[in-house]
């Protein structure tokens, strides 16, 4: 398996822009995460989904980010308009059904940068 | 509500030398806990974790942790360190809840000094 998929690995975009960051998870695996990683805040969980559906959203910070995921191997994260502070590592994890002593995968990270 | 601290947002060793990652965990109840360690411009991968089968844990590159309850501690330990272990490292909980999510502490930068 090629593990989880992450695109694009590295976004520039200008402030107001919409972004959208991809995630294709394991295959068999029901739950994904999308994280956000940076220097002040450390890793965050943003959303998290178990077989396609929303669990917990409390952690995306503001309306405008939004996540979904519309089959069993795709997911996205969006960003409408996108701020400067926006900027961070985005990472996917997907993890596998069953007990709690599963680990995660995460994927390689999109780096996004909002100038 | 589950929780994991990491003491230390960065640890200097000298090549050579022990290596020791503190982590505790709030939780009632045995939790399942894993380490993470990131390489720079890299996803997460798994050290390893502990799910209640032994208090010690071995896991890649050397490293092991040791599940202590009284202390609700899962430290990080690597006898020799190398320079290639220069990461971040993340320690995580997962409870027995309705969320089946990794809750990761603020993670630990090592740094090793040739």
């Known amino acids: 398996d090629a593990g989880v998929i992450q695109s694009p690995r590295h976004e520039v975009t200008e402030m107001g822009q919409e972004v959208t960051l991809r995630c294709k998870p394991i295959?068999?695996?029901?739950?994904l995460f999308w994280y956000r990683q940076t220097m002040m805040r450390g890793l965050e969980l943003l959303i998290y989904f178990n077989n396609n559906v929303p669990i917990d959203d409390s952690g995306m910070p503001e309306d405008r980010f939004s996540a979904k995921m519309p089959n069993a191997s795709f997911s996205t994260l969006k960003i409408q308009p996108s701020e400067p502070r926006d900027s961070a590592v985005y990472f996917c994890?997907?993890?596998?059904?069953?007990?709690?002593?599963?680990?995660?995968?995460f994927g390689q990270g999109t780096r996004l940068t909002v100038v | 509500a589950q929780s994991v601290t990491q003491l230390g947002s960065h640890v200097s060793v000298s090549e050579g030398a022990l290596v020791l990652l503190r982590c505790n965990y709030s939780?009632?109840?045995?939790?399942?806990l894993f380490w993470y360690v990131q390489y720079p411009n890299q996803g997460l991968q798994l050290l390893l974790k502990y799910t209640s089968a032994a208090t010690l844990v071995k896991g890649i590159n050397g490293f092991e942790a040791e599940f202590k309850k009284s202390e609700t501690s899962f430290h990080l330990t690597k006898p020799s360190a190398h320079m290639s272990d220069a990461a971040e490292y993340f320690c995580a909980v997962s409870l027995n809840n309705a969320g089946n999510m990794l809750t990761f502490g603020g993670g630990t930068r090592l740094m090793v000094k040739p």
């Open positions: 295959s068999g695996h029901d739950y």
């Open positions: 939780s009632s109840v045995p939790p399942y």
């Open positions: 994890a997907s993890r596998p059904p069953g007990t709690l002593m599963t680990e995660a995968f």
